[in-house]
């Protein structure tokens, strides 16, 4: 036998948080068939943000996004990459013409 997940409406944990406070955490987990951690967690998050924890915190990113996103990751390497070698050269050339001037004989 396989379980399904139930999904609860932000008004629904609402009503079976009160619902909890007025008949206790153990009597409401037996009736809806919770655990006990879950009324908890939906407790924490109720005192937390309000009502508006209670809402599903997971929120789909489209493809789309997501592989713009990657790109814009990869393009910012490049360009971190691209300023660390400047640098480095830069500092190279320093230090080269550092030393040529030092080699120098004055007349």
């Known amino acids: 036998m396989t379980k399904t997940r139930r999904k609860f409406t932000p008004e629904e944990k609402y009503s079976i948080l009160q619902e909890a406070e007025k008949d206790g955490h153990t ?3 037996r009736k809806y068939n ?3 951690s879950v009324l908890t967690y939906w407790k924490k998050k ?11 915190g997971y929120r789909r990113i ?4 997501r592989e ?12 971190a ?3 660390l070698e400047i640098e480095f050269k830069d500092e190279l050339i ?4 550092a030393h040529r001037q ?4 004055s007349l």
């Not at 713009?68 to 360009?79: A, P, S, Y």
């Not at 320093?94 to 013409?97: C, L, M, P, R, T």
């Open 27 to 29: 009597e409401v987990c």
């Open 34 to 36: 919770l655990a006990s």
């Open 46 to 56: 109720y005192l937390s943000k309000g009502k508006d924890g209670l809402k599903m």
């Open 62 to 65: 489209d493809p789309q996004v």
């Open 68 to 79: 713009l996103e990657t790109e814009n990751q990869r393009l910012k390497k490049i360009v």
């Open 81 to 83: 990459d691209q300023a």
């Open 94 to 97: 320093k230090k080269v013409g």
């Open 102 to 105: 030092n080699g120098r004989r």
